[in-house]
């Protein structure tokens, strides 16, 4: 991975505009979603967090990102998997994204187990409300 990582540092500049969107962010949430899909939550955190650092106008992309890092941490510090998750909702509200909807409801059930805690129900029932309206 270091290695991938270094390599894709000194990629040439001259590539094609189609692939612009393709920057260390893109390829940070790449690997959060491999890490994330293996069980390792620690490094699809780290990931995740790195996903974050991405270019402005890509609200989608990180609505995204924002919901692979909540899930990521979920499980560590569900306190913080609401207020990243918050954040990503507050985003998704302004999108028309089905996608979006759906990592929402993938944050809702990592966050299913802390349910007795006040914030965490709270969000799990704003989320719920949101993706209702759009089914």
Same mark, same amino acid.
């Given at each position: #991975?270091?290695?991938?990582?270094?390599?894709?540092? *000194?990629?040439?500049?001259? =590539?094609?505009?189609?692939?612009?969107?393709? $920057?260390? /962010? @893109? !390829?940070?949430?790449?690997?959060?979603?491999?890490?994330? +899909?293996?069980? $390792?939550?620690?490094?699809?955190? *780290? @990931?995740?967090?790195?996903? %974050?650092? #991405?270019?402005?106008?890509?609200?989608?992309? =990180?609505?995204? &990102? !924002?919901? !692979?890092?909540?899930?990521?941490?979920?499980?560590?510090?569900?306190?913080? /998997?609401?207020?990243?998750? &918050?954040?990503?909702? $507050?985003?998704?509200?302004?999108?028309?994204?089905? *996608?979006?909807?759906? @990592? !929402? *409801?993938?944050?809702?059930?990592?966050?299913?187990? @802390?349910?007795?805690?006040? +914030?965490?129900? $709270?969000? =799990?029932?704003?989320? %719920?409300?949101?993706?209702?309206?759009?089914?």
């Amino acid at each position: #991975m270091n290695a991938a990582e270094r390599a894709f540092g *000194r990629g040439d500049s001259g =590539r094609p505009e189609w692939l612009d969107y393709f $920057d260390g /962010a @893109y !390829l940070s949430a790449k690997t959060a979603h491999c890490f994330r +899909d293996l069980g $390792d939550l620690a490094r699809a955190a *780290r @990931y995740a967090e790195q996903s %974050l650092d #991405m270019s402005d106008g890509y609200l989608r992309g =990180r609505a995204f &990102n !924002l919901c !692979l890092l909540a899930s990521a941490v979920a499980d560590a510090d569900p306190h913080e /998997a609401v207020r990243i998750g &918050n954040e990503a909702l $507050d985003l998704v509200g302004s999108l028309e994204s089905r *996608r979006s909807y759906s @990592y !929402l *409801r993938e944050v809702r059930f990592c966050l299913a187990p @802390y349910d007795e805690l006040d +914030d965490v129900a $709270d969000f =799990r029932q704003r989320v %719920l409300a949101a993706t209702r309206a759009t089914d």
